[in-house]
């Protein structure tokens, strides 16, 4: 690092630690209530013992990348063309010898950097949509002022911790290029902690370079000598049991690199995995052993996530379903499997199969967010925004789920046992018959004592009325403007903000426009 | 109990175990998974001891009822005027050596028995709401043409197990008649088991009487000699730490005669109890063991289930707020101080603070819902139905709960480790890269793998948009009028009929009508 560079970065540390930081909610939520357990030691150790076995006898593809099949032999699995076969617990071993059960993504802001895994919980806005849709629009293509837009509601929100990836797909902008954009948005317009590019190995390689410059000489960790994580990127497995070459590639490229990878099966339960919860969480565990291994073997101790994105479908079109108790049920499974193998854990967020922010949308929502908090998810992609199976991010279901992410933390730090919390003072004070709206306790308590939404209306009928009987839908609408009118960016280092600017002018010049991924 | 009482029963209990009967779904939940506990063994001790310091130091009132406070002071407590303090664990004892663990509460379709307690979970409509609301018409006075569709329409639905109580207030009907029509059309509508009145001792009466009708020589348990319980219903406490007398006198009707009662402290915490959550689970942990003790000195092994109805206020507005996480917190906490004591517990429901079934009802009804299976809930009264904070009585929204309530069953039935469930020989048939669509395994299980919605919507956009964008209230109303348009009436004996008329008919001659409660 020049010393220039060192420069800006001392400038920039001070400049980031601003009064009106230290008000900031926490940077992520450490949850204080066990975890949900659904299976004891028996049940958990059949699907560990049976995923062991799709691994040692049926194999994993590791598609069209030579080198992952030599990296795999020479670590002991058997190769038969693309199929991978692992021997008994290799993978396990590989895992628990080396990944981290937690570590720290750096966001540019260092009071926003999040704890992966243990009690930790970040929630993460939606991820992948081609399109938006909001209350005066309906539903449009995504562009990168949509993308902007998000990630800027994204900052302003406390109950969110990280600003995601492709919030939504800037669909305006070319197909091999628009990476760029993307990570210069999430760096320029919020300072929590952002997601990487997985679309192409040198789409990976863009990522890492943007977080040299961004980070600077804070680029390695003063005590490890290794690059510090600042990205954390989403591999999907093609279920069942594949790895393509695009995602082994980038996956190769974040592990050499110290950045974390989520290895996320994707399933519709039924098509992609057997039409059966167990049968499903067994594929998944299977899937995800052999990507984490394969991570190790490229840089051990490199942090890997493991995640589980497992939907069912509806055996009447095909169609994925959400908010039904299926995919709660292997939500729950996979998190204890994750918790016995000992690392971090993706998975849930405001999943729903809705058009719009109706009704259906609110109930599967909140049936997919409340396991995930219950089970111990650690890192919660597509917390909000979600609509239509993902193919919309929607503004107002945005609005809506960061205040069920509110409730979430909340519910998350448990129960009160101070004495205060006890309140024997205030029942002794108010005593039968009386109320506690005016005694000690509740003068002293009421600020802070129950969540307060911002968009939920507990009125009465008569005052709802009055005002116009708006929906929540309504209501979120009028909120996300303001939100967006309001906004204010934080600070972003002139020198850095011009180096990241030469370094995607001169990338983006360097080859052509495509559209063809 | 005559013999023309005898054989008409017989007549009646062949004809309802129709063939159509056998079918029907399960006539209650059993779960098959874990109970969710927030707090371990010293926090639930420490919140206990605070329980027993209230009923000995602060005590309870039991109000302008000389028999109560008699029997009280008999059984060890000392009394002072109204207030009753109960010497330590005297409570407790009279409930655990006494109250039964589990019971079964009687319906006139022995088929439809429900064991309420344990492992089991009965889910129940809605209860108590003045107005009503449907798309077509808004929001109106409930009547008993309104009170008879809901009976219909939880009498259709596989998924709740129980016909309720006043599902809706018939405003329509003189107040001090109205129990006879309410209860006359449980029975006449539904064969799933109901409530009683409890607005008023003789109305509890009535109730009793109606009941010794409906069952005439079945109302005796052969075993036991005593009567079977044929209704389960609500006692109120006026939180904070006070019984009124209308309360009471109808739980002494009801123990007297083993019916069961729901004793439940009603609390909109911040106002009825502490702004605090142990605070609250505190107050009403001693609320309801003081009510509970009291049933059994009534009469001894009367069944009992201890309730908790808690919800938060706003600290802005003063308005109750539901679907928030604290209610969440004070549910857990209460079912597993339930648990501890031995008695079934009743709690949660479809809670919200929406005016219309719009995406806030969504989101906070399930945010209560989950909660109660995951605590293991064993009567949820609210389950389907419930708007506006229970003004309201929806008839979308009910179907919305119910199609809920057919997913908490599915989750409560767990994780089928079978080997059909492993479904390992279907990983093996399709192998890598392939789709099971086809596969022998989703062959032979498509039909019952998934939950099936009727109501939600998971077709893609182009399909939704050519079926003309309909939310999920719209395909809610259709379907509701739908099932009210194909309602079948089961069977009722004539002669029981024709009693239960006369029963009536006789009693609401023999007092004026009035409207003053």
Redesign the interface.
Known sequence: MSGSHRRRRSRRQQASVSPSDTIQAPAYITRK??E????GEE?LA??EA?AD??LE?????FCNNNAALTRLKQAGAAIDGE?VRFPKGLCRKLIQDNAPKEFTQHARNPLKNVIIGGKHTVLVPAYGSPFVRNLDEG?RYATIEDFINFIKLAYMTPHLHHSGGTICEPVDLPVNKRHFDMLYSHIKYSDKPFMGSVTAPERAEDTVEICKILFGDNYLDNDTGKPKTITTSLINA?S???YDDTMLGALTVYARNNQATIISPFIL????????????A??ALAEGLAGMAYAQLVNPGTPVIFGCFAS??????????F????P??ILY?MASLSRRLGVPFRSGGGFN???????????????SL??AI?AGVNFMLHTAGWL??G?VMGYEKFI?DCD?AG??A??AN????SE?????S???E????????GCT??KE???N?????PI??????EQ?HEDG?L???QRANAFYKKQLADYQPPELDADIDAALCEYIKKRKKSFPDSNIS
Not at 36 to 39: D, F, Q, R, T
Not at 456 to 461: E, I, L, T
């Open positions: 209530i066990p949900y357990e659904l299976l049940g059949l699907i049976n076995k799709i006898e049926i194999g994993i593809n199929r539903r093609n069942p049991m594949t339960a039924g098509a992609m995995s057997p039409v059966s919860v167990a049968g499903t067994t594929q069912s479908i509806s055996m009447t079109n095909g169609a994925p379903t908010g039904t108790p299926e709660s049920l499974l199969a809705a058009k719009t922010s109706d009704t259906q949308a609110g109930y599967e929502s909140a049936n409340l396991p219950n239509e199976g193919l809506m069920q409730m979430l909340v519910f448990g129960i009160d046992l205060n919390g006890q309140a024997l205030a029942i002794e108010v005593g039968p018959g009386d109320h506690y709206l306790h509740t308590n009421f600020r004592a129950f969540y307060r939404s939920m209306d507990n009125n009465s009928f709802w009987e929906n929540l839908t």
